[in-house]
């Protein structure tokens, strides 16, 4: 059974439409992938479609941005209800968030005679409903200013970088609570991966369990087998929920190679059981034996 539980579509910052992401799962030997685009739920339907075509068990979550303790940290919500009110409003106020300083990096950027105008950015951002960084990214890799994303990051777009601007993001704790409200299972993603290490020490993860968390992503390539080993022993301590997963973009991020980590099936099957018992309506669509 091969489980990978986050994954982005182009509705983010992926590259593959929700729907070529899922036949691409199912292509791989995927039986269940989850589709968590960065603080949207719009790639779901077109995925939940193409789940049922491709034979492959589909769970539908996002990837909230967040903040705590002034660090961005990114949290998975699978299977919240879409049609939840609270959620929604808070999504949408990340997403414009999100937009509103594009502008300004790009202003930026022209400051350093880098000609990234309004419409390259919309020819290379393509179709996508959140765009972010990423595509600002691709818009300079399409310039030739730098070879990839990853580049573009390192010289211009990480935080404190030439061409960084701040944005509006949840707290946490109160995500948690919006989350679990919307019958979502929330779980960190890539908790000691870059940027928010720092702030997520034992200490505080507990308090966030207090707090409702339910997982923490352990495997993960932004971890390595060290770091692996640690956050595996405080899930265990913690009694949290053990996920493993690609964080798949697409062509957009290189490595991250669909079901390259993976998620064990009693891990999952707690994740349902957890989202069933909020009283969530969204369930896996498509057959899984998890046992
Ligand atoms: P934004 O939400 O617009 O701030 O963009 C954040 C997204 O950019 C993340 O979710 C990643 O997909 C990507 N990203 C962030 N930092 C890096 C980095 N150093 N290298 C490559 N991609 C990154
Ligand atoms: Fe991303
Ligand atoms: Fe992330
Ligand atoms: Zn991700």
């Known amino acids: 059974m091969t489980i990978d539980l986050h994954t982005h579509s182009r509705v983010s910052d992926g590259t593959a439409s929700p729907r070529d992401l899922v036949h691409a799962a199912a292509a791989a030997g995927l039986q269940v992938v989850a589709i968590t685009d960065h603080d949207t739920t719009l790639g779901w ?6 789940a049922v075509e491709a034979g492959v068990a589909l769970v539908r979550g996002i990837e909230v ?10 949290l998975l919500a ?9 959620l929604q409003e808070e999504l949408s106020r990340i997403v414009r968030g999100r937009e ?4 300004t990096m790009l202003a930026r950027l022209r400051e350093l005679g880098i000609p990234a105008t309004e419409e390259a ?8 409903e959140v765009t972010g960084r990423p595509h600002v990214a691709d818009l300079l890799v399409r310039l030739g200013v730098v070879r990839d994303r990853d580049q573009a990051f390192a010289e211009y777009l990480a935080d404190g970088g030439p061409a960084f601007v701040d944005r509006y993001a949840p707290e946490l704790p109160a995500m948690l609570s919006v989350v679990r409200a919307a019958g979502g299972v929330p779980v960190l993603a890539h908790p ?3 940027g928010s290490a720092h702030v997520l020490d034992e200490r505080a993860i507990a308090g966030l369990r207090d707090q409702g968390l339910a997982g923490i992503e352990v495997d993960h390539l932004d971890h390595d087998p060290g770091t692996r080993d640690r956050l595996r022993a405080i899930a265990q301590r913690l009694d949290l929920v053990v996920t493993g997963s690609s964080d798949h973009h697409g062509t957009g ?7 390259c980590e ?3 099936p009693d891990q999952l099957a707690r994740i349902l059981d957890l989202a069933a018992s909020l009283g969530s309506p969204t369930t896996l669509i498509g057959k899984a034996e998890l046992t």
């Open 65 to 74: 941005s967040t903040r705590f303790r002034g660090a961005g940290v990114h």
């Open 192 to 194: 000691w991966g870059r």
């Open 45 to 50: 339907d077109e995925a939940a479609a193409a």
């Open 121 to 128: 950015l919309a020819a290379s951002a393509g179709d996508s």
């Open 78 to 86: 699978y299977l919240p209800d879409a049609g939840d009110a609270a």
């Open 262 to 264: 993976t998620t064990a």
């Open 100 to 103: 509103d300083r594009v502008p």
């Open 253 to 259: 991020k290189t490595g991250h190679d669909l079901g």
